[in-house]
C-alpha cells in the first residue's frame, strides 16, 4: 500500500484564490511528521510546513496552512491568496519514527496559478 | 530555512566514466545526509542515508558498488556514480539534515541534473 497518496496529478487555481492539496497517508506508527514541500521547475525542493502527529493545532506558515485530520489520516496543504510564483510541483512527506525517520514522498500535485 | 548547496548542477559526460556529485551543508552540521533520485515526472526515490563516519545504508534495489556515498564530515557527503551509464541519467538530489528528531526538518540541495551519453 501507498504511504502517502496525492490524488491530484495536477490542478489550476486563478490568481488570488485559494487551492486545497490533498495527501492522505497511511501508518500504524503513533509518532511521526508531515511535511509538503514544493517543487518549482528549477528543481529545488523547498520546504514549506511541517504537522507532527502529537500537534494539536495546524500548522501555519504565511500563506500555507496545512488541514490535519488525524483520525482521517489526512494532512491537506491549504495555500491562500495564490500567486503566479505558486506554480509548481508540491510533494506531501512522511516521516515515521519506526521506519528510522526517513522521508517517504508521495507522487506530487502539479499546480498552474493563472493569471 | 538552512541552506544546502550541490555541485555540479548539470553534469554531462561519456559511457564509462565516474562522476562524483558534492553536497554541503552550509549553515548547519549536517548529522544525516540522503541522497535521492528523481526521474521527471515523478517522485523522489531514496536511494541511500549516511551519517557522519558512517557507511551509508542503501535502500533496496540501489547498487552500493555503483553510487559510492561518502559522509566525511559533518557538512559534506558525496555520490560518486560509478562507470555511469545512459541509464543512470537522471536527477539527484541530496538533502540535509540537522539532529534525529523525527521533527528536524530536512533541507534539499538544489539538484544535478546527470546526463550520460
Known amino acids: 500500500a501507498q504511504k502517502i497518496t496525492q490524488t491530484q496529478p495536477g490542478m489550476f487555481v486563478q490568481e488570488k484564490e485559494a487551492v486545497t492539496l490533498d495527501c492522505t497517508y497511511d501508518t500504524s506508527d503513533q509518532s511521526y511528521g508531515l511535511f509538503w514541500y514544493k517543487q518549482p521547475s528549477s528543481g529545488e525542493m523547498i520546504f514549506l510546513i511541517y504537522?507532527?502527529?502529537?500537534?494539536?493545532q495546524n500548522a501555519t506558515e504565511g500563506r500555507y496552512s496545512l488541514n490535519f485530520q488525524k483520525a482521517r489520516k489526512s494532512a491537506n496543504l491549504v495555500i491562500s491568496a495564490s500567486q503566479l510564483g505558486d506554480s509548481a510541483m508540491y510533494f506531501c512527506a512522511m516521516r515515521e519514527r519506526a521506519a528510522g525517520n526517513k522521508l517517504t514522498f508521495g507522487g506530487g500535485t502539479r499546480v498552474l496559478v493563472k493569471p | 530555512g538552512a541552506v544546502v548547496s550541490q555541485h555540479p548542477s548539470w553534469v554531462i559526460c561519456k559511457s564509462g566514466t565516474s562522476v562524483k556529485i558534492e553536497c554541503r551543508s552550509l549553515?548547519?552540521?549536517?548529522?544525516?545526509m540522503f541522497w535521492y533520485r528523481q526521474f521527471p515526472k515523478q517522485s523522489l526515490m531514496l536511494m541511500a542515508t549516511?551519517?557522519?563516519?558512517?557507511?551509508?545504508?542503501?535502500e533496496q534495489g540501489v547498487e552500493k558498488d555503483k553510487f559510492l556515498i561518502n559522509h566525511a564530515s559533518l557538512t559534506l557527503s558525496t555520490l560518486t556514480v560509478t562507470s555511469a551509464h545512459p541509464e543512470d541519467s537522471s536527477f539527484y538530489i541530496c538533502?540535509?539534515?540537522?539532529?534525529?528528531?523525527?521533527?528536524?526538518?530536512?533541507?534539499f540541495g538544489p539538484g544535478t541534473r546527470l546526463l550520460v551519453l
Open positions: 504537522q507532527g502527529s502529537y500537534d494539536e
Open positions: 549516511s551519517n557522519e563516519g558512517s557507511k551509508a545504508t542503501y
Open positions: 538533502s540535509a539534515r540537522e539532529g534525529t528528531s523525527i521533527t528536524q526538518t530536512q533541507y
Open positions: 549553515d548547519f552540521q549536517a548529522t544525516t
